[in-house]
Each structure stands twice: as C-alpha cells, then as structure tokens.
C-alpha cells in the first residue's frame, strides 16, 4: 500500500526540522573537535602530514554539514539524505576514534578513548530524536558495527604499513562502506516501512477520527455559542435602537429647555434692567423728597418768625389803643377845644383794633399753616421712610434677579454641555446601531461557514470510516 499524501508532508516537515537542527549541531561539534585537534597536534607536536589527514577528515564532515544545511534551507532535501547523514556521522566517529588511537599514543587513552567515543554517542541521540523512528537508530547500529569490522580488518591487513597509509586506507574503506550500508539500509526499510505505514495509517485514521469528532462537538458548542450571540447582538440592536430613539427625545427635550432657559435669562435681565431705572427713581424721589422736607423746615422757621412778628403787632395795637384811651380822656378834659383830637384818638382806636383783629385773624392763617406744614412735614418723613424701604426691597429684589440671572446663564451653559454630550451619546448610539448590525452580518457569515464546515467534517467521518474497513479488510 502506497503512502498518503498528508503522511508523506507530515514526514517530510518533520525530517527538515530534524535536519536542521542536525545540520547546525553537525557545523558546530566538527568546529569544536577540529579546534581541539589542532590543539593537540600542536601540543605534542604531530607530523604534518598526519595532522593534515585528521583535519581534512573533519573538514569533509564540516563541508558535508555545510552542503546538507543548504540543501535543507532551498527545500532540495531528499528523504535518503537522512540516511546519509547517520552513515557519514558514524564513520565521522569510528575514524576520529581510530586515528586519535594511532596519532596520540602518550596522551591519556582513557580521556581520549571517552572523548572519541563522546562524538559517536552524541551524534546518534541526536538522529534517533531528530527523526523519533526506529530505522535511523538501525542505520547507525549497522554502519557501526560494519565500519568497525572494517577498520579492523584493515588494520590487520595494513599492520606494518606506514600509520598515514593505514589511515588514509581505513577512511577510504569506511567511507565507501558507509555508503554501502548507507544504501542497503534504505532499500532494506522500504519493507518495513511499508508494513510501518499501513499501521500509521491506521492510527492516524483513527487519530483523525477522534479528531473529527471533537471538532464536530465543537462545531456544535460554537453553533450554539453564535446562537447566542446572535441573540445577544439582536437585544444589543434594539436595545441601541430604543436608546437612539430616547436620545433624540431627550434632545428634543433638551432644546425646548434650552429655548425656556433663554427666554427667562432675557426676561431675568429685563428685570433686572427695570428694577435698577426703578431703584434710580427711588432715590431721586427720596432725595428730592428730603430737599422738600429741607424746604418745609425753612418755611417753618419763617412761619415761626411771622408769629413773632405778629404778637409785635398785637402789642403795638395795645398801645395804640391804649394811646387812643388817653388821648379821649385828655380831649374830654380839653372840653370843646379836644373835640377834634377826640376824633382823631377815636380813629386810631379803631385803626388799632382793627389792627389787632387782623393780627388775629393772620395769627390763626399762620398757626393754619404751621399745621398743615407739621403735616406736611410728617407726612414727607414718612414718605422718606417709605422710599427707604421701597429702595432696600429694591436692592433686595435686584439681587435675587442679577443672581437669578447669574443662575439662567450658568444653567444656560450646563444645558449646552448636556446638549453636547447628548449629541455625542447620539452619535456613538447610531455607530453602535451600525455596529450590531454589521456583528449580525458576521454571524450570520459565520453560521453559513460552519454549516459548511460541518457538512466537510461529516464527509471525511464517511471517508475514514472507509479507511477504516479497508485497512482492517
């Protein structure tokens, strides 16, 4: 039975991971180990030509890692390589280990034997986790095991030979093996792979299955999830829509405020304007009041003065008629000859009486006018006690208006703020509208994917079901 499509990508992905982490631990082992040979080639100072050999073994395996590394970066890979590349590392080890064994024979051989031995170790972990399967571990046990065989045999065959010949024998033998077994290996596994495959598949088909089962209950908690938010986005839809319709009515509202607010902030300053002309007549009433009272005093004071003039006047017209008294008795005592000046004191008599009745008679007109001017003169102190109070209710009701006033317009200025966050509250109210309209078009989109998806997951249930009883058949 051939291969799948989907396990030959899932292979195939995972051989180029595995070999690129190979690859870049391959490059950096190889740098580390030449580094050190040279150190030690130096330091017990080794035939150039024997040195040369080590290194240029080692410089096959870096230049080996380098092209692998390219290959696996441009996608040119191909899945023998992997193979390849556990054969090239094992013999990479055993002539490490071989030639350190020749080249370093008064070094520490337990050191140098754990060291070589280090490198074959760590390069086969790192195949086997690289590609988590049986046959590169197979590979590097048989190019192991068959490269050591070699080398030995060539050893023996070459054991009184010059050491750089024997080495230079036993690289070419093991290389050529590696690629031998390296060959070998890869046909041998097509066998086992197959058998391999059909037991992949099989698991993976019922991998698959449970996994189609989970994401058909999924499907359906995530149907039953959009069902409720299709709910939710429908009550968010008419709830921005009862809100939008609120706001408005709100705004509405808020202007007829706004229009109210001005009239009583117009109608507040004209009576406020008013109240001030009507405080103004006030105290030009009061004052002129007070000067009338000012000149009722002086007229007082004249009156007063007239009624000195005339109690003047009634002592004058005593004596004149007291005068006049003598001068009749002075006339009778005269006899005839007084008759005329008789006359003349009974006229002034007369004159004087006459005189003091006027007096009299302008006495009561003056004491008259000191009443009515007490009066008046009361009256006007209460007219000025009136415009008193008439001016502090004034300049109290002046205040409450100019604060009022100050209340109107401060109130004028929150009412346009609301209006402003009334309009914005609008403004995002109607993007919310479209909003919930555009997460209902979503979900709706949605729900017809996941019908799809749905009826996609139910065909390939069919299909592995299929599967299923081929295999088994």
Same mark, same amino acid.
């Given at each position: ?19 690129? @982490?190979?690859?870049?631990? $391959? @490059? ?63 013999? +990479?080890?055993?002539? %490490? ?32 986790? $690289? ?16 490269? !050591? ?9 070459? $054991? ?7 080495? %230079? ?10 690629? =031998?077994? &390296? ?8 066998? =086992? ?16 299955? !449970? ?38 009515? *709100? ?7 706004? /229009?109210? !607010? ?13 109240? /001030? $002309? ?62 005329? #000046?008789?006359? =003349? ?31 008046? +003169? ?8 009136? #415009? ?33 966050? @009334? ?15 555009? *997460? ?9 994917? !996941? ?7 139910? &065909? ?14």
């Amino acid at each position: 039975m051939k291969k799948g499509k989907n396990i030959f990508e899932i292979k195939a992905l995972q051989l180029k991971k595995g070999e690129q @982490i190979a690859s870049i631990f $391959r @490059i950096t082992v190889g740098a580390l180990i030449a580094a050190y040979i040279s150190f030690i080639s130096l330091k017990y100072k080794l035939e150039i030509s024997a040195m040369v050999l080590v290194l240029a073994n080692f410089i096959i395996l870096f230049l080996f890692a380098l092209f692998s590394f390219y290959l696996i970066k441009k996608d040119k890979y191909p899945e023998t390589m992997a193979y390849f590349t556990v054969t090239v590392d094992s013999i +990479g080890g055993l002539i %490490f280990f071989i030639i350190s064994m020749f080249l370093m024979k008064g070094f520490n051989s337990n050191i140098l034997f754990l060291f070589s031995f280090s490198y074959l170790i760590i390069i086969t972990l790192i195949n086997v986790f $690289r590609l988590k399967t049986i046959y590169p571990l197979l590979s590097g046990i048989i190019n192991a095991v068959g490269t !050591m065989i070699i080398a030995l045999f060539a050893l023996f065959l070459n $054991r009184g030979s010059n050491a750089v010949i024997t080495m %230079f024998s036993i690289s070419f033998i093991m290389l050529l093996t590696g690629l =031998l077994c &390296g060959f070998l290996v890869q046909k041998f596994t097509i066998i =086992l792979e197959n058998n391999l495959v059909t037991e992949e598949l099989l698991r993976s088909s019922r991998r698959l299955r !449970m996994t189609l089962e989970i994401v058909e209950v999924s499907i359906v908690s995530l149907s039953n999830f959009v069902s409720n938010l299709d709910e939710i986005a429908e009550r968010l839809s008419k709830g921005a829509k009862n809100q939008l319709a609120s706001i408005e009515m *709100i705004s509405k509202e808020a202007s007829t405020l706004q /229009k109210s !607010m001005e009239n009583i902030s117009q109608s507040s300053e004209i009576s406020e304007n008013t109240i /001030k $002309r009507t405080a103004d007549f006030s105290n030009n009433g009061n004052l002129i009041l007070k000067r009338v009272i000012q000149e009722i005093l002086g007229i007082h004071e004249v009156v007063d003065k007239m009624v000195a003039s005339l109690d003047l006047i009634d002592e004058i017209a005593d004596q004149t008629n007291l005068l006049s008294l003598n001068a009749t008795i002075e006339a009778s005592r005269a006899g005839e000859e007084g008759t005329g #000046f008789s006359v =003349l004191a009974d006229e002034i008599r007369k004159l004087a009486e006459r005189s003091s009745e006027t007096a009299s008679e302008i006495g009561r007109l003056v004491k008259q006018i000191e009443r009515v001017i007490f009066n008046g +003169g009361e009256s006007s102190k209460e007219a000025g006690k009136i #415009f008193d109070s008439i001016n502090k209710d004034l300049n109290v009701y002046s205040t409450f208006v100019h604060n009022l006033h100050m209340d109107v317009q401060n109130q004028l200025t929150s009412n346009r703020e609301v209006a402003h966050a @009334i309009e914005r509250i609008g403004t995002v109210t109607k993007e919310n509208t479209i909003t919930s309209e555009q *997460i209902e078009e979503v979900l709706s989109l949605l729900r017809e994917e !996941m019908n799809k998806l749905k009826g996609l997951v139910e &065909g390939k249930m069919i299909e592995v079901a299929r599967l299923s009883r081929y295999q088994k058949d």
